[in-house]
C-alpha cells in the first residue's frame, strides 16, 4: 500500500508541474534599445537630416528630430569632443587623436593617417579644407577628412574650437584668451583677443565670429583679426555657442541657463528648466538643441522658450529591479526612477541623497542599499520610506541584498577594505541593522537559493550561511579574483568577476570555474527568462541556460556596463547614464518552462511563487512530501532534479503576474487537498 500511496501523490505532483509549464522563450539579446540617453555631450553638429552629438566617454549619438537619440560606434574608443558636417559627411575627433568620417553619422570610419596622439578637441570644415585642433597649439588639415597633415599654429595653448566664415578665413580658439586665424588652414596668424580667460567654443553667423569662454567672457570680430569684448551679463562659464542662419545666436551658461542674441553684440539671459550646467548646444531642422551635463534634451524653436525632453536621466543609475509590474532602477545621490516598460521612466522623490548600489524586489517589497548602511522600501517602486541610515560618513557601504528563510541579509564593505554582514527580520518597520559579521574582505553581492544565502567578495571569498547567523568562508582559488556578482537561478548559483571570472556552484560549497569567453571584468549578473545574464567590460553581454555554457551577444554599445535586471520579458542593462533595453521575449514553441529569475525556498518553486511565501502551509506540505516521499525512490529524486531545473522560470513568470498567482493557488488547492486526504488515510 505505501507503494501505491508514494505513485499516486507522484502522480499527482507531475501532473501539477506539467499543468503549469509552457513555451520555451528566449530574448533577443542582440537587439537593445537606448532607453534612458543621458550622456554629457560636447557639441552638436546638423546634416543631412540628421543631428549627430560628439558624446564624450559614450562616443556618438544620432537623433532625427533632437529628442530620440540612438547610440553608434565610432570605431576607437575615446572621449568624443567634437563633431562637423561638410556639406556631405561628418568628421568627429576625440581626446586619443582619433578622427573617424561618417557618410550619415550612423556607420564611422577612422581616418588611416592620422596625427600624433594628442588631445583633439574641434573640427570644422570651410574652404575645401577640413581643420582640426587640439592640445598644445595642435593644428591638423585634410582635404578629405581622411588624409591629415600636421600644420603649425605659432601657439602652444590648448586650442578648444575652430569655426569658418563661410568665405575664407578660420578661427581657432582656446586657453588663456587665444585666438588664432587664417586664410587656408596651412598659414596661422595670432590675434589679440582682449582676455586671458578661456575662450571654450567660436562659430561664426550673420557676419560676425562670437567666442565664449570662461567668467562670461564674449569676444566678436567681423574679420578674425580685430576683436571686441561684449558685456554678456554673467560671470558664469560659457561652454558653447550656435548661430541657427537666421539672425539668432545662443550661448550655454553654467546655470543651466541661456544666452541669446540677434547680433553677437547684445545678449539676454533666458532661462531654461534644468539647473544643471549646459555643456552643448546646436541648430538644425528648424530647432535648437541643448544638452546639460547629465544628459537633460533640452529644445527650442527661438532659443528663448526651452522645454526638457528627456527631465528623468540626470543621474548614474546602478542597478535595477522589476517587481509589482514596475521597473526600478536606483543610482547617484540617492536618485531612484520607476518605469512600468523599461522605456519611460519617471524620477521618484527619494527619501536619501546617498548613492543606492543596489534593488532587489524580494517577498512583495523593493529594497534598495547603498552608502551609510543606507536601506529603502517600497512596495510599488513610487513612494519610498527610510528605513535606516547611518549619520556618520565613514560608516559602511552597503553593496547588495537578499531575502530568504523570513530574513533580510544586506552584504557590503568598509573603509578598512573588509566586508561586512547585516540582517533583519523585519524591513517594515525603521530599526538598527543587526551585525552579523565582519568578513577580511570586501563583499560585492548575495543571493538566496535551495535554502542557502551565498556572499560573493574580493580576494576569491565566498561566504554560505543557511540562516543568516552562521556563515562560512571559502576560498574558490589564490586571492586574485574579485567576485563583483552572484544570482541563484535554475538550481544553480552562478558567481561572476574579474578577468571574466564565471563560476557555478549547486550548493555554495563546491564551485567549477566555467569558460566565459572573454577576459574583462564581469560587475553583474542575474537570471530570468530561463537565462542567467552577465553583463560588464565594455558593452560585453553573455547568456547561458544553465550556467556553463556561455554564448556572447551584441550589445550595440561600447560603454561599461555596470548593472543587469530582467522584467516583463526583457533585460535591462545599465551603464553610465543610459539604460540599454534587450528586445521582448519571442515564443520558440516547445514544452519547457520558462520566466524570470531564481526560485525560492527551496520547495516547491512554483507553489512559492504562487502563495508568495515559502512558509505557506501548502507550500510546507509540498517541501514534506518532497522530503519524504520523492527524495526516497530513484524515480522521485530523478523528478525533483528535472523540477529544480525547469520549474524555477515558470516560478518566476508567475511570482510578477497577479492574476496568474491567484490562479495557480486555485489549481493547486484540489491537488494539495488529495494529498493530504491520502496522506491522513494511511
Known amino acids: 500500500m505505501p507503494g501505491i500511496i508514494r505513485s499516486y501523490k507522484l502522480t499527482t505532483f507531475l501532473v501539477l508541474c506539467f499543468l503549469l509549464t509552457g513555451t520555451t522563450v528566449w530574448a533577443d539579446l542582440d537587439t537593445w534599445h537606448a532607453r534612458r540617453v543621458g550622456f554629457s555631450v560636447e557639441n552638436i553638429a546638423y546634416g543631412n537630416g540628421t543631428f549627430v552629438a560628439a558624446a564624450g566617454g559614450s562616443g556618438i549619438v544620432t537623433s532625427p528630430d533632437g ?25 568627429a575627433v576625440n581626446g586619443d587623436g582619433d578622427i573617424v568620417t561618417s557618410p550619415d553619422g550612423f556607420d564611422w570610419t577612422e581616418a588611416p593617417t592620422p596625427l600624433i596622439t594628442i588631445q583633439l578637441l574641434g573640427a570644422a570644415w570651410g574652404g575645401g579644407t577640413w581643420i582640426t585642433v587640439g592640445d598644445a597649439g595642435l593644428v591638423g588639415t585634410s582635404p578629405d577628412g581622411t588624409n591629415w597633415t600636421s600644420q603649425a599654429s605659432g601657439v602652444s595653448e590648448r586650442l578648444s574650437s575652430v569655426a569658418h566664415d563661410g568665405s575664407g578665413t578660420f578661427v581657432s580658439v582656446g586657453s588663456n584668451g587665444t585666438i588664432i586665424s587664417s586664410p587656408d588652414g596651412a598659414t596661422w596668424t595670432t590675434q589679440v583677443s582682449g582676455t586671458t580667460n578661456i575662450l571654450s567654443s567660436v562659430t ?23 576683436w571686441t569684448t561684449e558685456t554678456s551679463g554673467t560671470i558664469d562659464h560659457l561652454s558653447n555657442v550656435a548661430y541657427n542662419g537666421t539672425g539668432t545666436f545662443v550661448a550655454t551658461v553654467g546655470t543651466g541657463d541661456v544666452l541669446t542674441s540677434p547680433n553677437g553684440v547684445d545678449w539676454t539671459l533666458r532661462t531654461t528648466t534644468t539647473s544643471h550646467p549646459l555643456t552643448a548646444v546646436g541648430y538644425g531642422g528648424g530647432i535648437f538643441v541643448a544638452w546639460d551635463q ?28 522589476y517587481g509589482s509590474s514596475t521597473f526600478v532602477s536606483v543610482g547617484r545621490n540617492g536618485e531612484i526612477a520607476a518605469s512600468a516598460d523599461g522605456s519611460n521612466w519617471i524620477v521618484q522623490n527619494s527619501p536619501t541623497v546617498s548613492h543606492l548600489y543596489a534593488v532587489e524586489y524580494l517577498n512583495g517589497i523593493f529594497v534598495a542599499v547603498g552608502l551609510v548602511e543606507t536601506v529603502l522600501t517600497s512596495t510599488d517602486g513610487i513612494t519610498w520610506d527610510l528605513r535606516y541610515e547611518n549619520i556618520f560618513v565613514n560608516a559602511p557601504t552597503l553593496e547588495d541584498v537578499a531575502y530568504g528563510g523570513g530574513e533580510w541579509v544586506a552584504v557590503g564593505s568598509q573603509l578598512s577594505g573588509s566586508g561586512i554582514i547585516y540582517s533583519s527580520n523585519n524591513l517594515s518597520v525603521s530599526s538598527t541593522l543587526a551585525l552579523v559579521l565582519e568578513p577580511s574582505s570586501r563583499l560585492k553581492g548575495i543571493a538566496y537559493g535551495n535554502g542557502t544565502f551565498v556572499a560573493a567578495g574580493e580576494d576569491d571569498l565566498i561566504m554560505t550561511s543557511t540562516d543568516a547567523a552562521v556563515w562560512t ?13 552572484v544570482a541563484f537561478g535554475n538550481g544553480t548559483f552562478v558567481a561572476v568577476g574579474n578577468g571574466g571570472t564565471i563560476m557555478t556552484s549547486s ?62 520579458d526583457t533585460f535591462l542593462a545599465l551603464a553610465s547614464f543610459v539604460t540599454l533595453q534587450s528586445d521582448p521575449i519571442v515564443s520558440t514553441g516547445g514544452t519547457t518552462p520558462s520566466g524570470g529569475g531564481g526560485g525560492g525556498g527551496g520547495g516547491c518553486f512554483i507553489a512559492t511563487a ?69 496522506a491522513d488515510k494511511y
Open 204 to 226: 561664426y553667423g550673420g557676419g560676425i565670429f562670437v567666442a565664449v569662454g570662461g567668467v562670461g567672457t564674449i569676444v566678436t570680430s567681423s574679420d578674425g583679426a580685430v
Open 610 to 678: 504562487a502563495y508568495g511565501t515559502d512558509m505557506a502551509d501548502d507550500v510546507v506540505l509540498l517541501r514534506q512530501f518532497r522530503d519524504e516521499v520523492l527524495l526516497e525512490s530513484a524515480a522521485g529524486r530523478k523528478f525533483v532534479e528535472l523540477y529544480y531545473r525547469y520549474s524555477p522560470p515558470v516560478a518566476d513568470y508567475i511570482r510578477e503576474r497577479e492574476t496568474l498567482k491567484a490562479v495557480t493557488r486555485a489549481a493547486l488547492k484540489p491537488l494539495v487537498w488529495g494529498v493530504e486526504k491520502i
Open 67 to 91: 529628442v530620440n537619440w540612438t547610440l553608434r560606434d565610432p570605431g576607437p574608443l575615446g572621449y568624443y569632443n567634437d563633431v562637423a558636417f561638410d556639406g556631405s559627411s561628418f568628421v
Open 507 to 568: 550548493t555554495g560549497a563546491v564551485w567549477t570555474t566555467q569558460t566565459s569567453g572573454t577576459t574583462e571584468i564581469l560587475r553583474a549578473v542575474t537570471y530570468g527568462n530561463g537565462l542567467f545574464v552577465a553583463v560588464g567590460g565594455i558593452g560585453i553581454v553573455l547568456s547561458s541556460p544553465d550556467g556553463v555554457t556561455w554564448t556572447a551577444h551584441d550589445a550595440e554599445t561600447f560603454v561599461p556596463l555596470y548593472g543587469v535586471a530582467n522584467g516583463d
Open 473 to 485: 568562508s571559502l576560498y574558490t582559488g589564490p586571492g586574485t579574483t574579485f567576485h563583483e556578482g
Open 294 to 321: 547629465g544628459g537633460v534634451i533640452l529644445t527650442s524653436s527661438d532659443g528663448t522658450t526651452w522645454a526638457g525632453q528627456n527631465d528623468d536621466v540626470w543621474n548614474e543609475y546602478f542597478d535595477a529591479a
